[in-house]
């Protein structure tokens, strides 16, 4: 099993900078990564500057120039001597001594090479792995096995460069492919990452069968899927103050889940990111991220840089610590748990994504927001996925649905599954025609934008029977017999040209209907509007609305029902060994206080929650753990009902079903 409390620990240190590792003392470092509860650590072999931090026989040349001792091998000793793992971290893609020394090995543009510039600081420049850079790495990973005991390899840096060296031309010419077609080069390097990662794990394993696998891209999408056997786990870096937002590891834990291995939810210690060195995260923002990975069935993983000259910082510690001492006591209540979930949101990124981590498309951080709003219990999916475990299938505003996908959706629903399908999903892939029962016709793209939707009285709880702006453009369709529309559109005067504009903004309301805007046909539901991409745009919340009137409809009885608010997180997960299910509620809020990222400073608390969850079988005990307090509980229809006196940050609720 994965160790639950892990540490990231940076080590990225330039020549100028003398006494590598002067202060390092291995107990000190030991102990105070004991006291903060932290059980594995990964530790640097090579960084990105390009240096070794140990001894090395055959690479002694690029050890830093100013390594004062063995620091690697004292590091892991000091570590196993505590039962503390020790993943070796290697620079791949990124490395500027080798860029200094071979700039031969670096990826080549069509123009020349891919450079950073040489007097921008940095170490951005990729190394090409068709060049002879890979038998280096090879070659140091051979003797890093060989003489240090690590539990396995933490490979950082691989992206999808494309690449036009010689090597890569002359090994896309003995394929039969065309370098000189970009789409071409872009498919080889995909390509080249996969043999790259397969070819490394197989080199790995024939020596250290049991060590840790894994390859960081900073992002985790269905590109991974086929590769996934070079990876023993599947690690989720994702700073939330830094570019990843507090919408990525969200988005992305919900699919890395799906996939059957082992995750690790990946933040830092820092007040932004990688490198603020003596910067320190609000304890409550480290607490939020790190019970967030609870709350998903993710182990926890923090990230720090040790100082040049090797001593720990005990003021990091003592932070981390505060956290990890909560994860500890919550262990016994996330080990082998499974997410609970109702609804499988299919994401488009597997027609598009490149891997990296500004891959997640827009609609799926909409449709996270939106659900997770609405506390509802959802994994993102790809094409894939075994969709008969979910009672909802969502296909959000660009799914488009070739002949296999379509059939698969239609066995679905014939055997008693649901769907929610919006604007272009349920296409064809050439985008002419649905292909999906949705009980509409594929008129092209709407007339006007915005178009106002207005719901129908059976569709319009929450909300008055009026017009709505919907901002983004949408789609033309015509209802079939036996539908019931549940929303019309109606058109503005105009579009807003230069020849007619009124006021500000578009024109308001002409009153006349311009076709259905949601339209149900027996377990489907229709939006013809972009509803998801509207929602990560500007969340207006007659959208939310507009979708858990659509849910109440298809999933009358969901896993779970809380009155909260929507900056509540709430989700469930199921241990299966001990017959029980545990709520997870989140009250963290992050705010945008400042002009470049989210903070979450004090922890405000709810009171008094009435929660409702769905139990198929006798319930024995409701307890808020790890406290052991007992709740008072009903259940009847199949649901179990309580409510959570107070709620300070993070608290799990543990419901043990009575035993047979
Ligand atoms: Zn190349």
Redesign the pocket.
Known sequence: MLPFRQIHLDFHTHAAIAGIGADFDPQEFADTLVQARVNSINLFARCHHGYLYYKSTRFPQFQHPHLTRDLLREQIAACHARAIKTPIYVSVQWDALAAELHPEW???GTHGNVNVGAFNPGFYNFL????PYANYLQDLVAEIMGTLPGDGFWFDILLP?D???????G?MLEQGLDPADEKVRRQF?KE?LWRFKRDMSAFVRRRQPAGLLFYNAGHVGPTLRRELDAFTHLELESLPSGQWGYDHYPATVRYARTLGKETLGMTGKFHTAWGDFHSFKNPEALAFECFSMLAQTAKCCVGDQLHPRGRICPHTYELIGTVYREVEQREPWCAGAVAVADIGVLTPEEHGGDGAMDALPKVIKGAMRLLQELHQQFDILDSQADFRRYRVLILPDEIPVDAVLAEKITAYLAHGGALIASHRAGLDPAGGAFVLPLGVTYRGTAAHTPLFIKPRAAFAAGLPVTEHVMYETGTAVEAGAGTEILADNLAPYFNRTWQHFCSHRHAPSSGKIEGPAVVQTGRTIYFAQPIFTQYHKNAPRWCRTLMRNALERLLPQPALRIQAPPTLIATITRQPAHDRQLVHLLHYVPVRTNASLDIVDEVIPLHQLAVSVRADRPVATVRCVPELTDLLFTQAAGRVHFTVPTLRGYQIIEITERKP
């Open positions: 670096l990826v080549r090409c792995l068709n060049s460069y690449c036009a060296c010689h090597h890569c031309r090994q390097a080249t």
